[in-house]
């Protein structure tokens, strides 16, 4: 349906899909053998956006009981209204979390579609500010074997020339530090002196312990530690951050833009997920924020979902090219894009919308929900 304030939004749909790793996957704290994408689906006169988020299968009951409700019948094109009024709706149940998988998910919907309605590339939508966007290879899991770590930054760095490439360190809540230790070793060794060696201990260490083991793998030219605290530990990441060369980056588990303000004292780039942290409407918010106290800002995985809002952008770092939701994506759709020489060139087809449409045959192999 279409008013005097352009069309308005029809209908709301969810579906949950696990998808399987192809290998065991894990981390400095958590381990896993699958990952569930929940897909929203917005429509306006005759046009469809997608949308999604990654976490529990619960985050799609949230969309349909919390939010489609507030959102359907609305204008489309006003996406800040509509972020805020799902924000608003959301205050009692608790917005962090699973719910702000749900805002977030619904608003990317949201931004896919106005672009297709309007026949436009999302970034032409948006106004670019670059024409490539740099990414790093990420993976290299604490559950790899030697064989599987090389084989894994061989594609990356040989096959796919993308020369910044992290691996998991942290292993067993940072039990594990000479094994941590080794296999950055190994990376270096794979990946020559030429690409960057980024680590990622999700939180697993202690203070001292980061600093530490930040201080051991700048002999190896480490040049990005990403939550050697956790990230709840605001004095404890300022602490690493002054004490070693590598860049110290966290940010991934912000739910709302008062959570970076808050962290951006304590780190040197600041990372955000736009399918935590309201959407895309928050996470360009939150590249404004960082912009304005001279940070850059990094994208946080599902890099589908930050491409073009990326491109966007004039103070971005780079984008998580990670494994898990790589394959995913790319299993999922028609029109992915393509990381060779360690770049992605969100728009150039002319596509409209994030350029992505949804296999429908495959999604229902994934369909738990």
Known sequence: MTGTDGPTLERIDVQVLTVPT?????DGTLAWDSTTMVLVSTRAAGTTGTGWTYGAPATAQAV????????????VFDIP???EAMTRTVRNAGRPGLVAGAVSAVDIALWDLKARLLGLPLVRLLGAARTEVPVYGSGGFTTYDRGQLHRQLRHWSQEQAI????????ESWGTREQRDLRRAEQAREVIGDAAELYVDAN????????VRVGRTLAGLGVSWFEEPVSSDDLPGLALVRDSVTADVAAG??????????????????????????????VWLRTAALAEAHGLQLS??????????AAAAISNLRHLEWFHDHVR????????VLDPQGGVLRPGTDGAPGHGLTLRTDRAEQYRTG
Do not use: W
């Open 81 to 83: 209204a509509l972020n």
């Open 252 to 281: 991934e588990y912000g739910y709302d833009l008062s959570y970076f303000a808050r962290m951006i004292p304590a780190v040197d780039c600041l990372q955000a997920d736009a399918t935590r942290c309201g959407g895309l409407t």
């Open 299 to 308: 994208g946080h995985c599902a890099p589908h979902v930050h491409a073009h």
């Open 64 to 75: 349909e009981d919390q939010l489609a409700g507030v959102v359907i019948g609305r204008p």
């Open 203 to 210: 939180g697993a260490y202690t203070r001292k312990q980061a």
């Open 22 to 26: 192809d290998e065991p996957e894990g």
């Open 163 to 170: 020369p910044r490439l992290k691996i998991k360190i942290g």
């Open 328 to 335: 995913i994506e790319n299993l999922l759709f028609e029109g």
